[in-house]
């Protein structure tokens, strides 16, 4: 009986070694492979990029923060603000007048 538990064991124990070396080569090979895979598009990417046009886009990017920050953030608020209260004024006369308004009768 000593022998088949024996036996059993040294099988069980040489089929998980075995699974064990033929994940981790798998494995290996993957990240071999997309490591390799991304290499090649980085230096794709660098190569698009060339230095004449990331010096232009260096460049446009203090002028997109002035409009964005003059136009989107404080521009057309403040417009929108002006427009608002000028609104308000030239048509408030229209809740201190009199006749707009009926009198409250009980």
């Known amino acids: 009986m000593a022998y088949f538990w024996v036996a059993f064991l040294t099988y069980s124990l040489s089929d998980v070694l075995k ?9 290996y090979d993957y ?3 997309r490591m390799a895979e991304i ?3 980085s230096q794709s990417l660098l190569k698009e990029t060339s230095p004449r046009r990331l010096n232009f886009l ?3 990017v203090k002028p997109m923060s002035w409009i964005r920050v003059a136009m989107i ?3 057309i608020p403040l417009l929108i ?3 608002a209260i000028a609104l308000l004024v ?3 006369f ?11 009768t009980l």
């Not at 699974?19 to 494995?27: P, S």
């Not at 229209?94 to 409250?104: E, G, K, Q, W």
């Open 39 to 41: 290499k090649t598009r």
């Open 19 to 27: 699974w064990r070396i033929l994940f981790r080569t798998t494995l």
């Open 81 to 83: 603000g002006i427009i």
């Open 73 to 75: 953030e404080v521009g």
């Open 31 to 33: 990240l071999n492979q």
């Open 94 to 104: 229209l809740l201190v007048d009199s006749n707009a308004i009926p009198p409250v």
């Open 90 to 92: 030239n048509h408030s």
């Open 58 to 60: 260096l460049k446009a």
